[in-house]
Each structure stands twice: as structure tokens, then as C-alpha cells.
């Protein structure tokens, strides 16, 4: 059974900085793209940022680009976001996500594994 476990998040005031990780059981994914998204209350579930299997190619949210971070260690085959300067529209739930091929595209429609999803919110 391949599993997609998230750790991290939780509660911060604006400004402060969280981790999420994700870590892949049951296969490994060093060969593939991986992604994360989020999905505020009441909206779409929307894409956040995502790497290429060997980290060398990443893309983010232009709402995200210059304060989160993307990456992966395929050694522990786990994949990570830090979130600096974190905004109180950030407030969602992230979900991690792998995908079948090796670069990462920006459709959830693209990525048949998720993780089970972690609480983010950021206090004003």
C-alpha cells in the first residue's frame, strides 16, 4: 500500500515560519515528481509548488514565490515545504502529492498519490 504521511503545520502568527513534511511508504518516488497544494475553506483546491524527481527543476504559486520552498531528499524518500513569512491567507489545509512521471506539473489532476492533509493557520 503506498502512503503519503504529512507532518508539521499548526498554528503561527503572521510573519512566523512552519515545515511540512511528507514521507512515502510502501514505494519509493525518487523517480517522480512531487508537488504540494492547499485548499482554504469554501475554495478549489490550489497549487502550491512542486519539484522534479532529482529537485533540480521547481515551480511555485506566484502567491508563494519567495517565501515557501520546495524540496526533497529521495534518500528518506521525503518530500518538504518551509514557509517563511507566513501570511494569514495562507490558512489552508496542504496536501502532499506524487505523481507518475518525473516533472512536476501545476493539475491535481496529475497526481494520483495525496497525503492525508495538515491543518495550516496563520493568525493576523
Known amino acids: 500500500q503506498v502512503l503519503l504521511v504529512q507532518s508539521g503545520g499548526g498554528l503561527v502568527q503572521a510573519g512566523g515560519s512552519l515545515r511540512l513534511s511528507c514521507a512515502a511508504s510502501?514505494?519509493?518516488?525518487?523517480?517522480?515528481?512531487m508537488g504540494w497544494f492547499r485548499q482554504a475553506p469554501g475554495k478549489e483546491r490550489q497549487f502550491v509548488a512542486t519539484i522534479s524527481w532529482n529537485g533540480g527543476s521547481t515551480a511555485y504559486a506566484d502567491s508563494v514565490k519567495g517565501r515557501f520552498t520546495i524540496s526533497r531528499d529521495n534518500a528518506k524518500n521525503t518530500l518538504y515545504l518551509q514557509m517563511n513569512s507566513l501570511k494569514p491567507e495562507d490558512t489552508a489545509v496542504y496536501y502532499c502529492?506524487?505523481?507518475?512521471?518525473?516533472?512536476?506539473?501545476?493539475?491535481?489532476?496529475?497526481?494520483?498519490?495525496w497525503g492525508q492533509g495538515t491543518q495550516v493557520t496563520v493568525s493576523s
Open positions: 510502501g514505494r519509493t518516488f525518487s523517480s517522480n515528481a
Open positions: 502529492a506524487a505523481q507518475l512521471q518525473p516533472w512536476g506539473t501545476t493539475s491535481a489532476n496529475d497526481y494520483p498519490y
